[in-house]
């Protein structure tokens, strides 16, 4: 028989109506499959339960803060669990460390190195729908660790490798990949299909649909991922190795970032290893005579200011935003670029960077961009699928 793997995000497991909904689901698949479930914590408890560690402290140790945050998933998995066996399937929950999963020390960012799978396959041999917690593991001295925020993605796309599944589920409240945040922009549709590579410029780019390592992991894996809704029966996006003849796929705007300049630096490229030193993403990164410009995620600042802290620097930090137009090939149709630039033009003066690749384009912008831009940017291209 078959294995398939099903992950289940926050808000498909936010409450027990939602659960119900997830159940059904799930002995659905049962029919004809083995079913390894993965699943993130209910609802915003992540949030919460960092807002409530940062009432504490500014900059929670990390060790402590990947043993509080792996609670939220194992609650999930739990109640999950609870409710299968009721409904009259064998069913029980692991949580990251008890199914095998292995990562590297790097805690809120961790890596998973290995999977010993033979607790799964016991569990699924025995006839079990297995659920296993997302976003976390266990490293080396058996600390407890976790993959980053929509960690719960490559755990379900690493199992799915580990255990040579035919496919790897991933449920939301959004029933597939869109041509743009359809929360955001009125004509923005689904794709049927769209490649690894392209959707990795997608999720790097800041688009809240898979988390970037995942799609990197499908591709070292070819396992194919389907992205589709758990509240609905709509067809969802396929990604995979498959390519399609529509250039443009996806329009992301990403106000999530922050611009750092700092004056009178001494060593500006031994500040880059300091900052990777301290797991902090970096993008554009320019160096001038007299200061040093780059940009990070706004999740990160709390670090970056704490590794400035009585350091003797000029330091400004202001909010930008970050537009980018994914598509396989699209440097090779000079007629986007020109459609893009004409499309900010009243706000050129506020673009500091224009970055053209094989798969994308990006525009950086001093300031918030309104939301009207990213509409006539998307009705411009005619994001067709």
Known sequence: MNTVVLKFGGSSVSDNINLNIVAQKIIEFKKDNNVVCVVSAQGKTTDNL??????????????EMDALLSTGEQVS????????????YKAISLTGWQAG?????????????DIDTSRIKKEVEDGKIVVVTGFQGIDEKSNITTLGRGGSDTTAVALAAALKAEHCYIFSDVDGVYTAD???????????????????????????????????LAERYNMPIITASTFNTNKGTRISTCMEDTVIKSIIKNDNILLVKINNIEEPYNLITKLLDESIKIGKYVIENNYTEFTINKSDRAKLEKMLDKKNYTVSIEVVTKISVVGSGISNHPEILKKIVNVFDDISKNILELDVSACKISILFSEIVDIKYLNELHDKCC???
């Open 50 to 63: 960092i807002k409530e560690a940062k009432e504490l402290s500014a900059i929670p140790d990390e060790r």
């Open 77 to 88: 998995a739990a109640k999950l669990a609870i409710l299968l066996n009721m409904l009259g």
């Open 101 to 113: 999963i292995f990562t590297n020390s790097d805690y809120q960012s961790s890596k998973v190195i």
């Open 182 to 216: 359809p929360k955001s922009v009125k004509l923005a549709h689904k794709l049927g299909s769209i490649s690894y590579e392209e959707m990795s410029y997608i999720s790097g780019e800041g688009a809240k649909v898979l988390h970037d390592r995942c799609v990197e």
């Open 383 to 385: 994001c067709n699928d």
